[in-house]
């Protein structure tokens, strides 16, 4: 299931082309592994209406691929379909296939591919319950770690998430009493506790103040080290600090109405500041405007 | 949770759903099979005969119809003025948790309670005997926390904005009361005024005391020992002794009759309180 | 912003400008309202005060109920009242509460509605109607299953207590529904991307961060089970005295009994009122009644309005 890596040479033709270019730096070993996420002519419908069109996306093992665009592109529709949780809302349909490290998803336990693709949502979503309750939530039902355990791994993700620190003291406490930085890191801490191997973001840190963004940014670059992770941002800033790759989707019009496309996708700073499609350039104009 | 287990607990949620559904289809069938044959016109326009069990149940509908209207002329005006008081002349907040407590907790007072104090109240106290007003401001008084609670949470569910807009005008409260919010919450009100009606059409017990009798009664002349005929009353009477088949069939019937009168009173209700209920569940 | 505008109207009314008509109007109905309830609560102390001072409230924890002899020991009417609205609970809670589940987290959304008005019909059942399916259908199942108990007919406080969970069914699984219905769905979504399936969300989700409104919603039936008169009249057998021998035992559920409410609407409340000590124990034992629906009511509230209501 090797995709062989194609380098986008500079012709604009907004047509889904195949993504993503091998980063320069790592060529030699990634170009021979599976991608760590794949999806090939990816569409979703809703009751009818196109919302995504011929998404093939690459995403490489150990690096952060950037997904901007436009508000309404389509961008969280995509993040849902690469950990199946597209499937929860009625009246979807969906084409095209997702794999993971090679081997469809859409074979698998909906469930355990959770498991594997993480995923941290714009607003913190804490359960109720304690600090060590929370990040321990989806541990105790994954069933892939014994009891015993825990403890350890309940400070190693804290630990990942910079916020073993802050609340080592106070695990039982509920975790409703953390600030919204700290619960957002609580949230990734949780995603973390599973060990998934792809990590979704959705704009993880809009709803946070600077210092917290800032606090989360660094984090990824970090966990970025073991595992895939896609991030979705607004902020053309946090994707040129922060990604490796960048993906630009955007809006076209097609068979069933207008539905979200690919339309670049390459090393990050330098389609940032040498965007080699249309579309991309429109949406960096309105971003600096 | 084993994958086997999970589906185990939605498919034991799916055999409790069907037994609900299972009550109410022997309930529904029931009463509309044994019900249904005795339905003729001369069952509508014919008083009860034969110690009740023959005839028809003309005059028992018609005293139900007069207790229920009067008991929604004596609640509305009580319910209203309660919503606007807890809603917009006195919104402090620990208020509205304190009043929606109180309206709760008064609408499960026990409706025999509310008829042994009609019996003190209007029948012996103010000396009416049995008598269709003091039945009808007993259910009245029965049905006005559920409207009141109706109203105020519809008043509740409406936008800030629409306020905050007549406020920032000059209007006084009275003047945003009148204008805005009863204007805009009259369906509110509706729905609870019509749910309030089928209560109070099926209730026995506030009646039994002060109210109803069996028989001997046509439409009431005025106040004072003027009983009424209703129909939850003739069936309760009626269902306590044995009986001839032909007899059931006509207990049956007057059932099923009670039955669509409540029914469709609540039906009515119906749009208007689903868009509500709707409009307010969370995604 | 807004409370300044609020209180500059309160204000400009203060200010002696033409006096509100509707704000009198509304306080005026109010004072009537509660007037009216806070009356019939005053009635009831009074017309049972000559019982209090003759028997005390222990005069009415006796086993022995006779007018005649002037002892008014309820405690058989209570065991009544518990046993069969306990019953109701015990088949209801389960029942509705998995029916609610049903409706609120799996089924689709036109299916639901269609489902909500299906339980709003059967809430809507006149009490009187109950009765009448349970003197002439369910008297006689019972009186069957229960064979080999030897009862006398069907008329049992067992099937007293059949017939109240058939009533508050539709209020468990309504207020079931709309305390499972209330938990945000970002919490399901949360839970379902960490792996969780879908039975384990609502059993480790949901369900947890909705039981104030499923306790509330127990309470409130258990309210309505207590406070039920004519349908328990028809089929209980009022049986007064039926004291059991063994409080815990299955076997006096299947002999008639005698709840609170089936002794108050019967006809010994007509007979009563000229005896003032009768009449007195009568009421002593209504304001007992309307004492426990109103603690079961406020704990029910206190327990599902205790977040800090929205706006």
Request: charged share 20%; hydrophobic share 50%; proline share 6%.
């Amino acid at each position: 299931m090797v995709e062989t890596a194609e380098l986008s040479f500079a012709a604009p033709p907004a047509a889904a082309a195949l993504c993503c270019a091998v980063p320069e730096a790592a060529a030699a070993d990634t170009a021979l592994a599976p991608a760590a996420v794949e999806t090939r002519a990816l569409g979703v419908t809703h009751a009818g209406r196109p919302l995504l069109r011929g998404i093939d996306l690459r995403v490489e093992d150990r690096r952060v691929l950037a997904l901007v665009g436009p508000s309404g592109a389509g961008k969280t529709t995509l993040l849902s379909c690469l950990n199946r949780m597209i499937e929860l809302a009625p009246g979807i349909r969906q084409e095209g296939e997702v794999f993971l490290f090679g081997e469809s998803i859409a074979r698998r336990d909906a469930d355990a591919v959770r498991r594997e693709v993480g995923m941290l949502f714009q607003q913190p979503v804490i359960f109720p319950g304690s600090i060590a309750d929370n990040v321990l939530f989806g541990l105790r039902h994954a069933g892939i770690a014994p009891r015993a355990s825990f403890p350890e791994r309940l400070e190693r993700a804290l630990g990942e998430a910079a916020l073993w620190d802050e609340v080592k003291d106070r695990l039982r406490e509920p975790a409703a009493s953390l600030s919204v930085g700290q619960q957002q890191r609580l949230c990734l801490a949780r995603a973390l506790a599973v060990e998934p191997r792809v990590l979704l973001l959705d704009e993880p840190t809009s709803a946070l103040d600077p210092r917290s963004t800032v606090a989360i940014e660094e984090r990824i670059r970090e966990i970025a080290k073991s595992r895939a992770i896609v991030l979705v941002t607004h902020s053309l800033g946090q994707a040129r600090r922060v990604a490796d790759q960048l993906a630009c989707l955007d809006r076209r019009d097609g068979p069933g109405g207008p539905a979200g496309e690919l339309f670049e996708c390459g090393p990050c700073r330098e389609r940032l500041d040498r965007p080699q499609s249309r579309e991309l350039a429109r949406f960096l104009e309105s971003e600096r405007a | 949770m084993g994958k086997w287990l999970g589906r185990g607990f939605l498919f034991s949620s799916a055999l409790c759903a069907l037994a609900v559904l299972a009550v109410l289809s022997i309930a529904l069938g029931e009463i509309a099979g044994r019900g249904l044959p005795a339905f003729d016109l001369a069952f509508f326009t014919d008083p009860s005969a034969g110690a009740g069990y023959d005839g028809g149940v003309l005059f028992e509908i018609l005293g139900t119809l007069i207790l229920i209207g009067t008991a929604l002329a004596a609640s509305l005006p009580l319910a209203i003025g309660l919503a606007l008081a807890a809603t917009i002349y006195l919104p402090r907040p620990g208020l509205r948790r304190g009043a929606l407590s109180a309206l709760y907790a008064a609408n499960a007072v026990p409706s025999v309670l509310i008829g042994i104090g009609g019996f003190i109240v209007f029948v012996h106290g103010l000396g009416w005997g049995k008598s269709w007003l003091g039945g009808g401001l007993l259910l009245g008084l029965m049905i006005l926390p559920a409207e009141a609670v109706a109203l105020i949470e519809r008043i509740e569910a409406l936008p800030r904005r629409y306020l905050d807009a007549a406020y920032g005008l000059g209007l006084t409260r009275g003047q945003v009361a009148r204008s805005v919010v009863l204007r805009q919450s009259l369906g509110g009100l509706f729905s609870g005024a019509l749910l309030g009606l089928a209560r109070a059409a099926g209730e026995t017990a506030p009646i039994l005391f002060a109210a109803a009798v069996f028989s001997g009664a046509g439409i009431p002349r005025g106040l004072k020992e003027s009983p009424v005929l209703a129909l939850p009353y003739h069936i309760f009477v009626l269902a306590q002794d044995s009986f001839s088949p032909a007899g059931e069939r006509h207990l049956w019937g007057a059932a099923l009759v009670l039955l669509l009168l409540v029914a469709s009173l609540s039906l009515i209700a119906l749009p208007a309180r689903l868009r509500a209920h709707e409009e307010s569940r969370h995604g | 912003m807004k409370l300044a505008a609020h209180r500059s109207a309160a204000g400009a009314e203060r200010r002696g400008r033409r006096p509100d008509v509707l704000r009198l109007a509304a306080f005026g109905f109010s004072a009537i309202a509660i007037a009216a309830f806070v009356g019939l609560v005053a009635v009831f102390a009074v017309e049972a005060w000559p019982f209090f001072r003759a028997q005390g409230i222990s005069g009415l924890f006796g086993i022995r109920w006779s007018f005649r002899s002037g002892r008014f020991g309820a405690l058989p009417m209570i065991y009544g009242s518990l046993a069969v609205s306990l019953i109701s609970v015990a088949l209801a809670a389960p029942i509705g509460l998995g029916a609610a589940v049903f409706l609120s987290e799996v089924l689709p959304r036109r299916a639901r509605i269609a489902a909500k008005v299906g339980v709003e019909l059967l809430a809507g059942i006149p009490s009187v109607v109950y009765g009448l399916l349970g003197v002439l259908l369910l008297r006689d199942a019972v009186a069957r299953l229960l064979r080999p108990f030897d009862p006398i007919s069907g008329d049992t406080l067992a099937t007293g207590g059949l017939l109240l969970a058939a009533m508050i069914l539709p209020t468990v699984v309504s207020l079931g529904d709309d305390a499972l219905a209330a938990i945000p769905s970002s919490q399901r979504r949360a839970a379902r991307a960490l792996g969780l399936g879908k039975a384990e969300t609502i059993l480790r989700v949901v369900v947890p961060a909705a039981l104030p409104g499923l306790g509330s919603a127990l309470l409130l039936g258990l309210g309505r089970a207590l406070g039920e008169t004519i349908a328990v009249f028809l089929v209980i057998g009022r049986q007064d005295n039926q004291w059991p021998e063994r409080l815990m035992a299955l076997e006096p559920l299947a002999r008639a009994g005698q709840t609170v409410t089936s002794k108050l609407g019967g006809s010994e409340t007509f007979l009563a009122y000229g005896d003032p000590i009768h009449w007195g124990a009568l009421l002593a034992l209504g304001l007992l009644l309307l004492a426990v629906v109103a603690v079961l009511s406020f704990a029910g509230s206190w327990v599902s309005l205790r977040r800090v209501p929205r706006g």
